[in-house]
């Protein structure tokens, strides 16, 4: 498998947390390095845990690959390091702003067809009401992914904001005032923004052809920029095994976003340093 420079330091990143977190007790036959690998290899490719190991030189069985990585999100290690790379980010780019400065962020959802999944399934009706998962993401100019929630497809945008928010203050804080900006589906009624205006946070979105609201100059300015969420889903889906859901259960589908969410912010944090 092809690592770039810029991937071989991402890798060495997970690994060196994977090693800390499971230290060698005893000499074992494949190294964590193969392992990780391995599951890098099917995240991008897509293909299936037993096609990933039919390797002719090696005769490993599919499931020691499968147990390591079930054993590796049990222990959380997907988890904490993605908590640590949205520290390494606050750290560089908020530590030093003041505290009345306004940070401009972008929140979006994307709809996955669901093959086998068994848990946070809703039918969608963007998709003939097939059952899928959705994954609602808040991210800043950047494009670095600042939250990740995994939820039914057919739970409306509108009433996840609140869980978003809760999220991204664990990575970023309650002490800057944040232009939140979203689609038509972020639509709320004026209570519903008072309650975010507490928290310290404006709802941004274009309104409807029959509402007689308009946008400010300075909102218009700022909606156009709100591909950058996009622009993250798209990157993302290039995992093929993002594109479509055939992972059973919640947290082996959210350890393979969590894992290529590492990728793409460490890629962005090394590009923008």
């Not at 990143?13 to 964590?32: A, G, T, V």
């Not at 100059?217 to 156009?224: A, G, M, P, S, V």
Request: charged share 30%; aromatic share 12%.
């Amino acid at each position: 498998m092809y690592f770039s420079p810029i991937d071989k330091k991402i890798f060495r990143f997970i690994l060196d947390k994977i090693n800390l977190e499971f230290p060698s007790k005893r000499k074992s036959k494949y190294s964590n390095s193969y392992y990780l690998q391995k599951i890098i290899f099917i995240l991008k490719s897509g293909c299936s845990f037993r096609e990933a190991t039919c390797d002719h030189h090696k005769r490993n069985h599919y499931s020691t690959v499968y147990k390591k990585f079930q054993n590796w999100l049990n222990k959380g290690i997907f988890d904490n390091l993605y908590e640590e790379l949205i520290k390494k980010y606050k750290n560089k780019f908020y530590k030093h702003q003041k505290k009345s400065n306004i940070l401009i962020l972008f929140i979006d959802s994307t709809n996955i067809r669901n093959k086998n999944g068994k848990e946070l399934i809703g039918s969608n009706y963007q998709d003939k009401y097939k059952n899928g998962t959705k994954i609602t993401t808040i991210c800043d100019q950047n494009k670095f992914p600042l939250t990740m929630d995994v939820i039914e497809a057919n739970i409306h945008d509108s009433k996840r904001i609140h869980k978003s928010l809760d999220l991204l203050e664990t990575g970023i804080g309650k002490t800057y005032e944040i232009f939140l900006v979203g689609d038509k589906g972020y639509i709320i009624n004026d209570t519903a923004k008072k309650v975010l205006l507490k928290r310290k946070v404006k709802l941004v979105h274009p309104y409807r052809k029959n509402q007689k609201r308009t946008n400010t100059k300075y909102e218009k300015r700022i909606l156009k920029d709100r591909h950058n969420v996009e622009n993250l889903f798209a990157i993302l889906k290039q995992n093929k095994k993002i594109q479509q859901r055939y992972e059973a259960t919640k947290k082996s589908f959210t350890g393979f976003i969590k894992l290529a969410y590492i990728y793409i912010g460490y890629r962005i944090l090394l590009k923008e340093s």
